[in-house]
């Protein structure tokens, strides 16, 4: 079998937009028949949640959209994960120099909403995932929504 695609998401924390984007990729790959085409992770740039489960929010959300999140929280190994996964996709533009910093590639390191079909002409432009922690249930059906588009776009790109 030809070697498996790694596509790494990446946030601050790893419990509320990462695993979503992680659990809706893993969906989306499913339902194409591709899955078994991709190594699939996500992880925080910060460690305070590692061993966590995805925020009972970001959980209800795929939930209601049949979708289970499969994610413990764990941080970025920056030594291992930039050998083992070709697509580092970062939530939002903090996220995106962080990884910057600890070295990842940038021809390997994307913003999510890059690959949104309504951001495709100037990805350079591409709105931030915003944080959705410390605001309300809305806020994440925002981020789920912004989410969705993206993970297709995502999953076109990577395919192609
Ligand atoms: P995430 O959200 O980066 O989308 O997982 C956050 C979760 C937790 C914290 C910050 C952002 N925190 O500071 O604990």
């Not at 659990?23 to 740039?45: K, M, N, P, Q, Y």
């Not at 709105?127 to 925002?142: C, H, I, N, S």
Request: net charge negative; charged share 25%.
């Amino acid at each position: 079998m030809a070697e498996r695609t790694g596509v790494l998401f990446v946030c601050l924390g790893n419990i509320c937009r990462s695993p979503l984007a992680e659990g809706l990729f893993i969906h989306a790959a499913r339902e194409r028949g591709v899955l078994d085409r991709f190594d699939i992770d996500s992880c925080g740039t910060g460690g305070w949640h590692a061993g966590n489960p995805a925020d009972p929010r970001s959980i209800a959300v795929a939930r209601k959209h049949g979708i289970d999140l499969p994610s413990r929280a764990r941080q970025l190994r920056a030594a291992t994960d930039f050998a083992r996964f070709e697509w580092i996709i970062a939530m939002d533009r903090s996220n995106h120099s962080d990884l910057l910093a600890d070295g990842s590639e940038p021809s390997r390191t994307h913003l999510m909403m890059a690959f949104h079909a309504d951001h495709a002409v100037k990805p350079s432009k591409a709105p931030d995932v915003p944080d959705p922690y410390y605001g309300g249930a809305d806020g994440f059906d925002d981020v789920y929504e912004m989410l969705t588009g993206a993970c297709d776009g995502l999953l076109e790109r990577v395919l192609s």
